[in-house]
């Protein structure tokens, strides 16, 4: 370390290197400008939850004897959130993906969307104790997920976003901020309504409610609609992630703003509305341009597009009274 140092300093300086060490300081400083890649290790427990199935881990949070027939949820969470947590790594890392599994009485396994996987494991994880390594490597940069390979146990809450980033993004300079913006169906009885493929059936409807990040909201006190705070003047590239359990996709429009869908290195192309397909992930940039005075809330309508049916849903993004130089609060 203390001769790379020296190297670049040397360099800085416009001096030459020690005497014999030209050589081995090019491919120190041709080695330093490269971004190494790491290992991103997280570990996983899966339980059994009571929860309301239209904002599962939303606070307040209330407790399973507080639940109504009508909003309890048997589900199945990843260390007790919904979505699962995220999966953030830049290409060429090494993911590492330990699982607990301390369901009573399910097995488990998974699938990881948008990597290379290594290892998997070679049959479900036992129940009450059971663990596996999942080991992976993230190949190309893109907004991904990973899930329960049972789609009944990726709809009661085995679902969350895998994000891997470029080392050199060719977006990076068109915003300030990140978020991941998951949208999902909301079923009470997944394991009642889907079949084992994942279909809807048995007279369920094929769609009841939806989240955005976990959370449903009809605009009252008890369910309010989820709310995306932003700043006026900053930009925001937001990885919205579609996790709905049958093919269908979410149309999105945003009063009043338009944004850009990025396109790997495509030039990114301004629309005013965008659509996000199950399994599938959309990167766009929103800036926060418009000038609220009195009403700093605008509609964002998200509009569920199945193979049987049409349903409209909302939340609402709004600008905060911060500084353009606070950090964001993402509400859901």
Request: hydrophobic share 40%; net charge negative.
């Amino acid at each position: 370390q203390a001769f790379l140092d020296q190297a670049l300093l040397s360099c800085l300086r416009g001096q030459s290197p020690a005497p014999g060490g030209m050589r081995s300081s090019i491919l120190l400083l041709a080695f330093a400008g490269a971004v190494q890649a790491a290992t991103v290790s997280e570990t996983f427990e899966i339980r059994n939850w009571v929860v309301d199935y239209q904002r599962p881990t939303n606070v307040p949070r209330k407790q399973p004897f507080d639940l109504g027939d009508d909003a309890k949820m048997g589900a199945t969470l990843a260390n007790n959130a919904y979505p699962a947590p995220s999966i953030e790594a830049f290409v060429g890392d090494d993911i590492e993906i330990t699982i607990v599994n301390q369901m009573l009485a399910q097995e488990v396994d998974f699938v990881f969307e948008g990597v290379d996987e290594k290892q998997s494991a070679p049959h479900p994880i036992s129940q009450q104790g059971g663990t596996f390594k999942y080991t992976m490597t993230a190949s190309k940069p893109g907004t991904f997920w990973w899930h329960a390979r049972l789609p009944t146990e990726a709809a009661t809450g085995l679902k969350g976003a895998l994000v891997v980033r470029a080392q050199d993004d060719p977006a990076a300079s068109l915003y300030q901020e990140e978020r991941i913006l998951a949208l999902s169906d909301a079923m009470q009885v997944p394991e009642v309504c889907l079949s084992p493929s994942g279909v809807s059936d048995l007279g369920c409807p094929e769609i009841d409610k939806a989240t955005l990040n976990g959370q449903w909201g009809d605009d009252t006190n008890a369910y309010p609609l989820p709310v995306v705070e932003v700043q006026q003047g900053r930009c925001y590239r937001l990885r919205w992630l579609g996790m709905m359990s049958q093919p269908s996709h979410f149309q999105i429009d945003i009063q009043d703003h338009t944004v850009k869908v990025l396109d790997g290195g495509a030039p990114a192309s301004f629309v005013s509305d965008f659509g996000v397909a199950s399994g599938a992930g959309v990167d766009t940039v929103l800036c926060a341009d418009q000038n609220p005075i009195i009403i700093k809330d605008y509609s964002i309508k998200m509009m569920y597009v199945g193979k049987s049916m049409t349903k409209s849903f909302s939340a609402k993004l709004r600008y905060s009274s911060g500084s353009a130089s606070e950090k964001p609060n993402f509400h859901v």
